[in-house]
């Protein structure tokens, strides 16, 4: 269990290296390192305003770094748009504005296949094996369905662009906790067919138990790093960050 700098996996999908950075004005990461492995679970948590969603969003090219990297697959992506990002295998799903609420819930995931030029009914077939509901409300407009579904379709549409990281801001923000428990299940299976996840989450203990790495923030710097599991059973960030 370190507080010093994370030394990441060499072989991760995904590393945001000591990431330095912030919108223009004062930096909100300060030496941050982010890491995902294949089919793995990532999890970043920490206080409010500790630059959870900034570290994603940087890993996700949304604001400039003043230092560190981005590396995807091994190829440094430092410099692309989140444009490119995505046509490199990157899915990002951000907490709000996430659906076109006026579209119906097929159209909404054939908008997420904008960059593809093969049959994507496959893909849709996926999705729809993963999140039922959805199958059954596909022409209903995404907009008047429940908040737990409407994440669903945000995450599907990410998926339909056949990401192999899908990056998700706070997924179960503002859901009961049974709809939390649903989407964690899901994104375990999502997980299990090779697609690495990164997730930033205020449920943190929740998050933490069915996360193959954790990442606790402070500050927009990295203050414990460990297995979900070490992190849940470790006193100190019990106390501090998962309410004893």
Not at 149 to 156: H, I, K, T
Not at 162 to 167: A, E, G, I, N, T
Not at 186 to 193: K, N, S, V
């Amino acid at each position: 269990m370190s507080e010093h700098p994370v030394t990441p996996n060499p072989d991760a999908v995904l590393i945001g290296e000591g990431m330095t950075g912030g919108y223009g004005g004062a930096d909100i990461l300060h030496n941050c390192t982010i890491a995902v492995n294949k089919g793995e679970i990532a999890v970043i948590v920490g206080p409010n305003g500790a630059g959870k969603s900034t570290a994603m969003k940087a890993v996700f090219g949304m604001l400039n770094l003043r230092e560190g990297q981005v590396r995807l697959d091994g190829k440094d992506i430092t410099g692309l748009t989140p444009q490119a990002r995505v046509g490199m295998g990157m899915g990002f799903v951000p907490q709000t504005r996430n659906i076109f609420p006026s579209m119906s819930v097929e159209e909404n995931l054939e908008m997420g296949a904008f960059i593809r030029h093969d049959d994507i009914r496959t893909t849709m077939e996926q999705v729809y094996h993963l999140f039922p509901i959805l199958k059954d409300k596909r022409r209903q407009a995404a907009g008047e369905l429940s908040g737990g579904q409407r994440q669903q379709v945000a995450v599907g549409r990410a998926l339909m662009t056949k990401p192999s990281v899908l990056m998700l801001d706070e997924p179960t923000a503002g859901v009961s906790p049974i709809v939390m428990d649903e989407l964690f299940d899901r994104i375990i299976e999502i997980a299990r067919t090779g697609i690495s996840i990164l997730m930033v989450e205020q449920n943190a203990r929740q998050a933490l138990a069915i996360a193959h790495k954790g990442y606790v923030l402070v500050q927009g710097a990295n203050r414990y790093t460990d297995t979900g599991q070490a992190l849940l059973a470790d006193p100190e960030v019990r106390r501090s960050f998962l309410g004893g």
